[in-house]
């Protein structure tokens, strides 16, 4: 590709930082725009879990995700999401605490297949090309880029999942009716344990249980061990927004999702072969250049 060694090394060190902060927040569930909050009969637990049980129903959805990710920095972004077939379209900014660490990129998630890229800076590092392919089904544990580590385990996460945590807190209640992106909903907070979350789980469906089995052990490497939730719920019974905080062994975490739409089509493509540069194709070369 017309890159020396010590080029390759280099770029390499800088891209894995760069693509840390945007891989973790890749992940992360839906929304829709109802009549207005919960039926005023409803408890604040009982509204919760029927959320998190209609969680379960979504195929697709589009959302918003913002924050802050300890040790990684400020996140903004947008995403496209089908769950079966599994596939991602995220578009995303971050402001970390050093250049390596900020930036805006897009990541597509397809066929098992990782595309990151779609911009000048990252056609830079490439040759001119602008996307970076990476096989997830091909890259092991002892790959130089642990994509899990770097957070892309968040990537192809359903975020619906997540919005249903709030189900497994004791200190659910009511905040309040408020308008959220034009919608009316109930607003509702709670505290959960992620042990006490954890074993809630087991009553859950396989798919479900697995998705949130996997969001739990992202918090867990970060340090969390409970996270404060605010839930917003439409005339629907669904999340429209919900935001997670908590103290992680870098900073404090503090991540909102807001829900655009749900089970509408989703059509994402791989991005032009010509304009893709395989991860494990430059890293065989690399090796080879070193030995």
């Not at 544990?141 to 919005?163: K, V």
Request: hydrophobic share 35%.
């Amino acid at each position: 590709m017309g890159l020396s060694v010590r080029t390759r090394r280099t770029r390499r060190g800088a891209m894995g930082a760069g693509l840390s902060a945007l891989l973790l927040a890749a992940g992360a569930v839906g929304c829709s725009s109802g009549d207005g909050g919960d039926s005023p009969e409803m408890e604040p637990a009982a509204a919760v879990a029927a959320a998190a049980k209609n969680a379960e129903e979504i195929k697709s959805l589009r959302y918003r995700i913002s924050g802050d990710i300890p040790e990684q920095g400020t996140i903004d972004g947008e995403a496209s999401m089908s769950l079966d077939p599994l596939a991602m379209d995220m578009k995303m900014s971050v402001e970390g605490a050093s250049p390596t660490q900020s930036g805006e990129a897009e990541i597509r998630l397809l066929d098992q297949v990782m595309y990151i890229g779609g911009g000048a800076e990252m056609a830079k590092e490439l040759d001119g090309k602008s996307w970076m392919k990476m096989d997830l089904s091909a890259l092991g544990e002892d790959n130089p880029l642990n994509l899990d580590e770097l957070g892309a385990g968040q990537a192809g996460q359903n975020p619906a999942a997540e919005s249903g945590f709030l189900a497994g807190a004791e200190d659910v209640e009511k905040v309040g009716t408020e308008t959220v992106d034009g919608v009316e909903t109930t607003h509702y907070k709670g505290t959960v344990d992620l042990d006490d979350l954890r074993k809630a789980t087991k009553g859950e469906s396989r798919t479900l249980r697995e998705q949130r089995e996997k969001s739990i052990e992202q918090y867990e490497k970060m340090g969390v061990e409970s996270l404060k939730m605010d839930m917003w719920i439409d005339g629907e019974d669904r999340a429209k927004q919900f935001r997670m905080q908590g103290d992680a062994t870098g900073g404090p975490l503090d991540m909102t999702v807001t829900f655009l739409d749900y089970n509408q089509p989703v059509d994402i493509e791989a991005p032009p072969a010509a304009d893709t540069v395989d991860f494990a194709e430059m890293m065989e070369e690399a090796m080879a250049s070193e030995s």
